[in-house]
């Protein structure tokens, strides 16, 4: 099997703090989040905070064009030898939503290739012809999951190059589901915060273009490991001490083949939520004796549910390429003192990085980013 | 790249409308957590025992996922009631497995695939890719949608609303003995007919090796 | 479980409706008393059980709470909560 180096070759997003990564990453170093209220979407008619996209595209034309945009930044002329990767949670959802609302409640014109999961595939695959395609739904690991098998793939030599795509469209299903459980806020999220009210369900899109080829700039990021783990604890709330996600980081450090010592910055799933915050950060804090820097980027970008894997991970990789780590925005009194949770963005090198998407039933991914930086 | 499979076991299942002999009881005998199982959790469940789980990792795969949660959902929304949070809980794709993990107090990697009609064939590749790390996985198929309105949806004509599929592998060096040739089975829903093909072949075949091509 | 206003409810008629209504298999109305606890110990509800049941509550008897810590001093036991749905209903 061949082991050779997996670099993030291209990369491309969309969200509510954004309409490309460039944007969303002057977005979070300002401290500017697309998060806004609605009334429009919770059936009793309360306010909600949540992250829409701020365009008059529709969801699967913004698709279509990021990856357009990620293929014009690449080396790659087309991706007819490409194994696609998708995560989503709610693939056409939304579509069937208004559909099932304009008959009045019939299914009869419900179609499956525009509803189903693998509806963001399909459209994909019309699109731009990918040799293959297979699509992860794990709820809000979705898109870790994708990217733990594209690693698998090109380790494995099946392919030379894989695109991972997380997609989530917002939808009435995510959004009165989330408050029927009580973790919705009608605030902006406040990660890690003592005085957290929960999350804010978000769309987005991100598109990360894996192979192994350097890209001949300054540095390269490389996809150094992945880890995955279960709680088998509870339907919808995490163990309380984080001992899934404690399990995952490790794996993902003994896939890297690193101490968690040499961790500089964790970005973290930090999601707003009591149940999520309190367990992840106990599983930081035994994990990681040297405190490194933990931030969650949540409360610009909001949750972006399957999608949140694939974009934080962008997130990630530019902050390593830029030398900064992002401020916690939103964060006034940290919960869990141990925690090193910046309230600034700060100029450092980031040399390896951790980012952790934690699902309902469990569900747990970590992932490693390296940087190499190349001699000129 | 071609990746062979040893099919170690392998059980099928379904109904016309809902499968019966579940052994729910015996399997889950903690009452509290055997209420909220779904249908497609009860035949993963199910299933995993035919084939002598033993928590290993597992890749399950559903087109439909979990289609009375979801209805449930959408029609609770269009008619202004209040939702019901277990049902939101019960709507994702990787319900069945959940609950399974939870159930076998299983820690290790656990993922959901999702491709319509191909979705058992993207569980075999899954499965062949993930197995090249050398241990025993658990692949299933489960497509369950004995609900309500189904004939609004079922433009198939299916005539089995509840199947499933799984099969205990590891991966080989030998030769392999069976391939897919896309044989269809009319009654059963497209999105687990790969898996369903190898199964039967399996049943016949001494030491059964599949072919996956990726 | 739709009531007619004025009309009282039993401790017979909620313990069906939650017996019904939270799926709880294999039991009887008289396998719950009347002042057993509904949460943790006695019938052994949980977290998602209480929201389920201010969903039960308001959908039925057109019951709302300001929010879960109002709900949670009513759900006691199956007596408690009968005489406050007596007390509060709306449908």
Known sequence: ?376 | ?214 | MKIESNSMITTDDLKKALIKGLVLEDIDPSDIADDDALFNEGLGLDSVDAIELVVILENEYGIKFKDMDEARTVFVSVQVLTDYINQNATK
Not at chain 1, 25 to 30: K, Q, R
Not at chain 1, 102 to 107: A, F, P, Q, R, T
Not at chain 1, 250 to 279: F, V
Not at chain 2, 132 to 149: C, E, G, P, Q
Request: negative net charge.
């Open chain 1, 1 to 376: 099997m061949q082991q050779n180096s997996i670099y993030i070759e291209a990369m491309e997003m969309v969200c509510s703090a954004g309409l490309n990564k460039e944007e969303i990453f002057s977005s979070l170093l300002e401290g500017k989040t697309g998060i806004k209220q609605h009334s429009d979407f919770l059936s009793d008619g309360t306010r909600c905070a949540i992250g829409r996209i701020d365009s008059e595209q529709t969801f699967n034309e913004l698709l279509i064009q990021s990856i357009q945009t990620l293929l014009d930044n690449a080396t790659l002329n087309n991706f007819h030898h490409t194994f696609l990767a998708v995560g989503t949670s709610v693939g056409g959802m939304a579509w069937a939503e208004n559909r099932f609302i304009e008959d009045k409640g019939s299914l009869q014109k419900i179609e499956l290739k525009k509803q189903s999961i693998h509806a963001i595939a399909h459209t994909l695959k019309q699109a731009f012809n990918f040799k293959d395609a297979i699509t992860f739904s794990t709820a809000c690991t979705s898109s870790s999951n994708a990217l733990v098998f594209a690693k698998e793939l090109l380790d494995a030599g099946a392919y030379e190059h894989v695109l991972v795509v997380g997609a989530d469209e917002i939808s009435l299903t995510t959004v009165n589901g989330f408050n029927a459980l009580g973790v919705l806020s009608s605030e902006g999220a406040k990660p890690f915060d003592s005085k957290r009210t929960g999350m804010n369900v978000s769309e987005g899109i991100g598109a990360i273009l894996l192979s192994h080829q350097k890209n001949h700039r300054t540095s390269d990021i490389q996809l150094l490991g992945t880890g995955c783990s279960s709680d088998a604890h509870n339907i919808t709330n995490p163990h309380p001490d984080g001992v899934g996600a404690k399990m995952a980081m490790q794996e993902a450090l003994n896939n890297a083949k690193i101490d968690a010592s040499q961790i500089d910055y964790i970005n973290a799933h930090g999601t707003g939520t009591m149940a999520n915050d309190t367990a992840e950060g106990k599983a930081v804090q035994a994990l990681f004796e040297h405190k490194p820097y933990l931030g969650s980027t949540k409360s610009i970008t909001g949750h972006t549910l399957g999608a949140c894997g694939v974009i934080e991970l962008i997130i990630t990789a530019m902050a390593m390429q830029q030398e900064v780590v992002p401020a916690n925005f939103n964060l006034t009194e940290q919960e869990l003192n141990e925690l090193n949770l910046p309230n600034k963005n700060l100029s450092h090198k980031i040399n390896y990085a951790l980012c952790n998407a934690f699902a309902f039933g469990g569900n747990n991914t970590a992932i490693v980013l390296k940087r190499v930086t190349h001699e000129n």
């Open chain 2, 1 to 214: 790249m071609k990746i062979n499979l040893k099919i170690l076991s392998s059980h099928f299942v379904s109904a016309t409308d809902k499968c019966e002999n579940l052994e729910e009881k015996t399997l889950v005998p903690k009452m509290m957590l055997r209420r909220r199982l779904t249908r497609a959790s009860k035949i993963a469940i199910f299933l995993a025992s035919k084939v002598g789980y033993k928590n290993e990792r597992i890749i399950f795969g559903s087109a439909y996922g979990e289609a009375k949660a979801t209805i449930d959902i959408i029609e609770s929304i269009y008619n202004k009631t209040l939702l019901s949070p277990t049902a939101f809980q019960n709507s994702v794709h990787n319900t069945p497995v959940s609950y399974l993990s939870i159930l076998s107090e299983n820690t290790k990697e656990v993922t959901t695939v999702s491709d319509l009609f191909d979705t058992s064939l993207s569980v075999l590749k899954t499965g062949a890719i993930k197995a090249l790390k050398k241990d025993k996985l658990l692949l299933m198929s489960v497509d369950a949608f004995s609900i309500d309105k189904v004939e609004e949806l079922n433009k198939c004509k299916l005539t089995e609303l509840e199947s499933g599929v799984a099969m205990l592998v590891e991966v080989t060096q030998d030769k392999a003995n069976i391939f897919v040739e896309n044989e269809t089975f009319a009654e059963t829903s497209p999105s687990l007919w790969q898996m369903l093909e190898i199964h039967h072949k399996a049943q016949n075949t001494q030491n059964p090796i599949v072919e996956i091509e990726l």
